[in-house]
């Protein structure tokens, strides 16, 4: 009888960062064998992080990774650890002919290293090339599935996107006898995409009669949140294992024989709710870390989106790193104040006030502007006021405009636009609502006090820069708003299409018209965290120059 | 004997503005036919301009222009046009199978339209997914050469990317005895390409044995500017005709057969510098008139980056569509006004001033500070100011930062970045004096005003933010920093690499570190004509969460 005692290890690296990538690793490995472990498995391309993109058409960069793979195995080695069989992913510069695509110059690679020594490699197939992915563009797909031995079992890989498309080298792996399939992945979080990937991993088991092992990195980059969440399923497609979700994890498994394996199950059946606000959370604080950054500056109105950006920054960052400010105007409401203040006091964090209202006074007398001219100046006064601050005080500045308002423009470009990173950038209006009763509900549930105060969550939405204005004054009601921005956005679906649902013609031209109108101040906006099927960002791609809507196509 | 009178119809499309888009195509195969012309061919994707992005990926836009070319075959038969081949570029939804990417949905085609229909179509093969393009992303691939016969001739299809790599249907024309190839092109500008471009074609014809009638799109798209310049070239690679170039052309020849051919050369041998001038200048009429601006407004500083955007500005739209703005502070020197009054009094445009200081002593009192923060200040109420009056007056704001700037992130975001397009964003600083000087030069030759002041080319440049300072207090000299920037971005080398090439260590990793650091900015910047190759923008996709400059790789 065979035995193999395997680690999954969902480790959290930084793009770049080869050596703080792989001594992060290197200390993975020796946790692994203090556990006993023969077999460590890492993350699709763990030793860069992930996603590279341009990167990886970089000879020197490339180069250094396949430098760095070299002594990382000697190293191990050197340290005792020669011993294990660790599959690792890497980038490396492609051999021989590259018909299909010249700008390509690397293939993303899974590396067994064993004695000292690189022993076998796979190269990805399918490269996805759609969505926030380009990596036709970046990498040379591999053709050949690639197996190993080790402890009596016969081990296959796979990279992500190989499960998740039809055919290819994944396709062999039943006729090549595979006793566990180690697939790396860098998967990143999407709402509702979870079971899709369970799904696929145990429909990957029956199909191909062979245990897999999913590893998956966490951590967030840039706009993307891997969500860990690593899992190791019998051939019979039966869940045997599962790491944590959200936070770096080491899973170890006792594997007897395809069927028989062994290991920890955490148990993580978050709400949808749950799994989002977790999702930003993450994203938010490996944005700040990993960029250096040890606090916030944000401006708090007293309203939702900016309760819920301050509520989220705490739980990425704890209370101390938060920075508010309040920056009333003669147009700001007296509760626009005392939400701001209540806020503070309930989360704990650092607040001040910087009133606008001297310097909108001397921009109005100097430069003579009323109308939207004016209501703007505030908006960038108040931008100013934040970057200054945060210059200043080296906060990163956060931006706290929702999904729904960055859909139709509805913000001041260079004002309450500004900022390094937007946390609920692609979360719509109607879910910040329900995101804000879920974290309350859920300090209340731990006797907590709830963080967002109920009147920024029930009082009318307003930008409050002139007299009594409210949202719904130039918008239709935001549950009617989201589901039209929902078909024309998310599904891309066209006017008529939206019309034939059931809302009325000028409505629906109108909300498309602002949607594509608002494409330049998009394209200069902060990133933030995407959770949904269709982030704005490199997740959809237009024109800023576009007719489309214009002519009603 | 057979005998052809061709027309190739070098317009200029909307992106997305399909009924207007055909309908000036129909006006072009009227005036074909009014010349005698049996066969007119189109640029690539001219019906719904290009590159469309993601607008291929939406069903109901790609069903609609499919509607709108049945509509455009039945047009040209009831008004008399049916006999003429016309020969159009557009999307169409693919037909079967799609195993290699599923996001793609629809074909780039080339559509021959006869007697009210189409009688032939062509799908682009080679489908460029690097650089600016995402076509792999897009489209599905055609794999079959379509020919057809007109005037007792044989023509074959090709599209743009299918001539600029090997292997494909292209590579049957020879073994199909095709008289003529028609190849359809959005090929968009980049300094030094035009000669590629035509080595390519002569390849083609000489290789394939015929003759080659290459349409190109002319006009602005976003970032980029295709430069028309259509041109025949007969089976043994002779250039036989040429289009305009930068502007909208309609090239008649006609074929005896493939190598006897005549028509119209057009005589266009500009310097680099003047192609450049002229592709910024497209690049910055059409951003503006196609996005409904009629006019536009810009920071006058008395620099040589202000008075570049401003004449480029004047040459693109006309002086009086040019409106100067000076906020001088207390730093400013007094040349700094002088030179912007001489620039605005040499290009007749706009100007009013508009001083900072008060609003700047208000800020700095009240928010009480001083460094950077300080110098941000002035810019981002610079910035304020002019979003005010572009905001009250309807002027697309210019943003007049150069690459250089942009490379390292010596500029102030939501500052002197604001606007919505950039004219010399892809103009390294060296090469803006160039051009300064370029275009004084020829404004002497013609006998005409110089409209860049001397004093502005020639005086050290300064950002004026604090008393005394010029670039060169935290920067290397130009020529210096521009030839590193040219090998970390555009050549994409690395550290080591560019140390090697005879710099000191620790300026290549300032520099370097700097550009790393820069790419939130740069995320957040307008975009702007591409004339290099390798723009910042689509052209260069890097994360913002990047250690590996720091890490020196």
Redesign the interface.
Known sequence: MSAVRLALAQTNP???????NLDACFLEVKNAEAAGAQLVVFGEMVATGY?????A?????VA?VEEAISEFAKRLETNGLGHLFVVIGHPALAQGER?L????LSQNLASVIHDGRVIATYAKHHLP???VF?E??NFVPGETLTTFEAGGLKFALAICEDIW???GPVSEIAANGVDVTLVLNGSPFETGKRNTRIELIADLAKKQRTAVCYTNLVGG??DLVFDGDSLVVDATGTQVARAKRFESDLLVVDIENKNEISGRQEQSSESELEEIWNALVLGLR??AV??SFRSVVLGLSGGIDSAVCAALAVDALGKDAVFGVKMPSAYSSEHSISDADDLASRLGINIRS?PIE??FD??ES??G?D???AE??QA??R???L???S??ENHLTLTTGNKTELSVGYST??GDS?G?FAPIKDVKKTLVWELARWRNEKAESQSQVSPIPENSISKPPSAELRPGQVDQDSLPEYDILDDILDQYIQR??????IIASGYATDLVDRIITLVDRAE?KR?????GTKISGMAFG?D????????????R?
Chains 1, 2 share one sequence.
């Open positions: 930084v793009v770049g960062d080869i050596s703080g996603p590279i993109e341009d990167l058409s970089k000879p020197s960069f250094s018909e695509n010249f700008w390509a090339n759609y969505s380009d036709y563009r498309q039809a055919g980059q840039d490996d944005y990993k960029n910087a001297s310097a001397l921009f100097e430069l502007l109308g939207l001219a703007n100046i960038r006064i931008g100013l006021i970057m200054a601050i210059n200043a470009i260079y500004v390094g891309m679906l066209g006017r008529d299409e330049w394209r200069q906006g902060a990133i490199r959809r791609r237009l024109p800023i120059t576009n007719k489309s809507s214009a002519r196509n």
